[in-house]
């Protein structure tokens, strides 16, 4: 808040007169409209509070000056401050993060077929496989392997796996 001191002066026939009057001018509580963080990713969302502020958010009820925010959703603010109070609200998106769980096909099924397409996926690199640029790749050999996404937003996620092929046993 900025605060200012005004001097006002009136002179008439009948006299004169003169009188100051402070006026603290706060800004109301400001957010984004929409905030995009990457997968395992956080962001602190800050209305712009100062010290003698009282601040309540939702989701949550929490009176924090700021707000550390890890999942997509809806967050609203709102700040009293000097006998002002105003509220904000920003959407919190999020981009999702490649995952692949180690597999153990059996030698008969091979190849095995991964898939891990992310929501607004944009390019794909495997560490090994038949399809090492795209979203859906085939092993047909034991190994540790690795993926890397990269999404619309220039988000980049990876993960790391194992592929155990299981020999068909002899009868």
């Known amino acids: 808040s ?5 001097s006002a002066s009136v002179t008439t026939g009948c006299g004169s007169n003169t009188d100051a009057v402070n006026i603290t001018l706060v800004a109301p509580a400001v957010l984004d409209d929409s905030v ?5 990713e956080t962001v602190v969302l800050n209305p712009g509070a100062g010290p003698t502020a009282s601040i309540t958010w939702f989701p949550g009820n929490e009176n924090t000056a700021t707000l550390d925010v890890s999942t997509p959703g809806f967050y609203s603010v709102t700040k009293v401050e000097d ?18 769980l180690d597999i153990e096909p059996c030698d008969a099924d091979l190849p095995a077929s991964i898939s891990v397409a992310i ?5 794909y690199s495997w560490s090994g496989g038949s399809a090492p640029s795209s979203a859906t790749n085939t092993f047909d050999a034991s190994g540790d392997y690795a993926v890397t996404a990269t999404d619309a937003f220039g988000c980049v996620s990876s993960d790391s796996f194992s592929v155990a092929v299981i020999d068909v046993p002899n009868a």
């Open 119 to 123: 929501a607004n996926g944009d390019s």
């Open 2 to 6: 900025q605060s200012f001191v005004i």
């Open 36 to 40: 995009h963080i990457c997968a395992e």
């Open 83 to 100: 006998g002002c109070e105003s509220t904000t609200s920003t959407i919190v998106t999020q981009s999702e993060g490649v995952g692949v």
